[in-house]
């Protein structure tokens, strides 16, 4: 029987616990989000005269945003340790970024971990899949200029062209520095089986713990933010020749970020949300290739981010044997690093989410209430307006003064008025 309560208090504390957690951050949305686009809403006068101050402060919320998420996750004890090279170093340099993909704790984790590396969330842009358009971060994301991709061979070659054009109207006038995609186009689960047979017909790795990344959209990314040389492969200074100091310089930097869960158990956005998992670490594995080793040409390409994800498999694979990522070449021992986030950072993000909801809520309930009075007042006047131009109508008609001489002989009926005169 102890056995027995034991489970059903921990079961209700779980149950009590998610309950109080959904509640806290369905609020926190109405709160952060609509207060986000207001804000830029106000400020779209500063847009049109300083558009580089407006994406600057569009970023800090942004950031903020995510910093909210971050916190989710960070409250219910999920944090991040993280391997491999430092990328803080080259935060302030543009970089494209390929993650393997497991679930959507994915996202939630890459926010989490990108919080310290300077300006990198403030200045980033996402490449995820159109279905998170429509989920409550969705506008957030089409203010940003997140790009949203259609999954599928009927969508393939179109969603390169939107992609194409995307980043040559919103990376560079936005100021973005960091672009970060999911190279295999969906969750481990979900395209394990299709990754391992065609790997198997094409004579191609055979993958267990990721798929085969897909070509497309990471080949339109090196070509048009990393212009090609006559060799194959990207300069170094990532500008076309002749290009200003002035004028941004192109990727430097591909980031390839390996993220492991325990056990092989990846962790979902409802985790994050509900927090009914136990506190759990998530590893996250840094690697650095500058943008001159990398090549544009389709095959050789494709050789290359494929021995990117067999690297991945024997990291992951190493990762899930010991607990800990292998060593770099040439080293004994790998090295990890716990991230941090500061709670009082987190603590006055959400407060100051907390009261702009609040002043928001306010203004539009005071502009809800003049505009509705202003309409009450147009309409009474024009019913009063309309009811005395029908009665002076009618008191100059024969039946109106007929009426109107009945109602004196009613009124008064001797004949006289009140003060005594003939009638």
């Known amino acids: 029987m102890a056995p027995f309560l034991e489970e059903a208090h921990r079961l209700g504390w779980i149950l009590l616990k998610a309950l109080l957690r959904f509640t806290f951050m369905f609020i926190n949305n109405c709160v952060a989000i609509p207060s986000y686009c207001l804000y830029l809403l106000v400020l779209q006068p500063l847009r049109i005269m300083d558009s580089q101050t407006f994406w600057y402060i569009e970023g800090v919320m942004y950031r903020w945003l995510l910093a909210m998420v971050a916190s ?17 170093p080259i935060s302030e340099d543009e970089a494209m970024v390929i993650v393997n993909h497991q679930a959507t704790g994915d996202v939630c984790t890459l926010m989490m971990c990108l919080q310290d590396k300077g300006t990198v969330v403030r200045k980033m842009m996402w490449l995820m899949d159109h279905v998170f358009k ?30 194409k054009a995307h980043l040559d109207k919103y990376y560079y006038s936005r100021d973005r520095k960091w672009i970060v995609l999911f190279p295999e186009g969906g969750f481990l ?71 492991a869960y325990p056990n092989a158990k990846p962790m979902d956005i409802q985790t994050w949300i509900f927090g009914y998992r136990p506190p759990t670490v998530t590893h996250v594995h840094y690697r650095t290739y500058a943008i001159k080793d990398v090549p544009v040409e389709t095959e050789a390409l494709a050789d290359w981010l494929y021995q990117r994800f067999v690297e991945k498999e024997e990291l992951l694979a190493h990762f899930y044997q010991t607990g800990a990522f292998p060593p770099p070449k040439g080293q004994k021992e790998a090295v990890s690093r716990e991230m941090t986030l500061n709670p009082v950072w987190l603590c006055a993000v ?14 539009l309930q005071h502009i809800y ?8 007042k147009e309409d009474c006047g024009k019913h009063s307006r309309h009811a005395g131009k029908r009665s002076g109508t009618f008191f100059r008609s024969k039946r109106g003064r007929s009426a109107w001489a009945a109602l004196c002989r009613h009124r008064f009926p001797l004949g006289k008025d009140e003060g005594g005169g003939q009638f």
């Open 72 to 88: 989710w996750g960070w409250c219910a004890g999920y944090t991040v340790t993280e391997w491999g090279d430092d990328v803080r």
């Open 134 to 163: 429509y989920t409550n971060f969705g506008v957030v994301s089409l203010i940003h200029g997140d790009f949203f991709i259609r999954q599928g061979k009927a969508h393939r070659d179109k969603q390169l062209i939107y992609l």
């Open 189 to 259: 689960r979900k395209r394990r089986e299709t990754s391992q047979s065609f790997a198997k017909k094409n004579d191609l790795p055979y993958l267990t713990h990721v798929t085969l990344p897909r070509l497309g959209a990471t080949q339109v990314i090196l070509k048009n933010l990393g212009p090609q040389q006559e060799n194959g492969t990207l300069g170094t200074d990532g500008g076309p020749p002749g290009q200003s100091a002035a004028k941004p310089k192109g990727l430097q930097w591909v980031v390839d970020v390996t993220i």
């Open 350 to 363: 959400q407060s100051f989410a907390f009261v702009s909801g609040y002043m928001w809520y306010n203004i």
């Open 369 to 376: 209430c003049w505009f509705f009075s202003v309409l009450w």
